[in-house]
């Protein structure tokens, strides 16, 4: 798969136009992802004002296309680490379909390749689900590599054999668009995963790619939502104080506590 993205030579399915791509189907907002096609791993972001194309390479290309459904690893590879077994499961659930994989998972992990066990990093896989997504297929199929189902405080789990814990954090598409997650906080939670067109923008369309790798890669984040309604205020608080408490600069955290003090 590295050769593909490489050359730039299609599979079995046409390559997806970035442009369309962004435009029609980066939200999935008329419908679930379509089946495995070619992943982009080179974007051409000229329209938006970047002059060079931009490419995933190195280990953050390797990381990204373990995801595929079809990714074949070593004939005598297993699982070992607890990032390994979050890979398995999140491959798992694009497999399946009516997935994509969202949030920290993605920006922590393909992106930066934190694996910090002192603090948990990456903590959990977040799953856009679509009616059709059965969970308990997918407990199966985690099991199948020697995971087991543990939940604690209502959130859905598994523990590798080694003893470590990781959940999965899931909300299917009708509350995930009810609760207006599709118009993010961060710059940097806007990337997911989806079997048809791999690596993409889920929201914040007109932010290049590359602007949101950097700061991925330099722990700063920009926060798209400074001024938000009441009820959100006390929400959005704490996930600036929770970014800032992992290291990240959170831009704009001062004036979304002016703004919601304003509000009280």
């Known amino acids: 798969y590295l050769f593909f993205c490489l050359t730039g030579i299609t599979m079995q399915h046409a390559v997806v136009p970035f442009k369309k791509a962004a435009a029609d189907v980066a939200c999935h907002n008329r419908g679930p992802p379509g089946p495995l096609s070619y992943w982009i791993c080179k974007w051409d972001e000229k329209d ?93 199929r985690c099991e199948c590599w020697g995971l087991r189902r543990e939940d604690r405080n209502t959130k859905m789990g598994f523990v590798t054999p080694s003893g470590e814990w990781f959940f999965i954090d899931y909300i299917f598409t009708k509350n995930f668009e009810q609760g207006g997650d599709l118009a993010i906080d961060l710059d940097v939670n806007s990337f997911a995963v989806s079997a048809d067109i791999g690596l993409h923008k889920r929201a914040y369309l007109n932010r290049p790619i590359c602007k949101t790798y950097g700061n991925m890669k330099s722990k700063v984040a920009y926060l798209v939502e400074n001024a938000p309604k009441n009820h959100r205020c006390n929400y959005m608080m704490e996930r600036v104080k929770k970014m800032q408490g992992r290291g990240w600069t959170v831009i704009r955290s001062k004036s979304l506590q002016k703004n919601c003090e304003c509000k009280v």
């Open 48 to 140: 938006l004002g970047i002059e060079r194309d931009f490419e995933l390479m190195g280990m953050e290309k390797r990381r990204l296309l373990r995801l595929r459904p079809d990714y074949k690893d070593a004939p005598d590879w297993k699982p070992t680490s607890r990032v390994d077994f979050m890979t398995i499961a999140a491959r798992e659930a694009l497999s399946m379909g009516d997935c994509e994989v969202i949030g920290g998972f993605v920006r922590d992990w393909i992106i930066r390749g934190e694996d910090d066990k002192v603090h948990g990093t990456p903590k959990d896989i977040d799953l856009r689900l679509w009616p059709g997504f059965d969970l308990n297929e997918f407990t199966r």
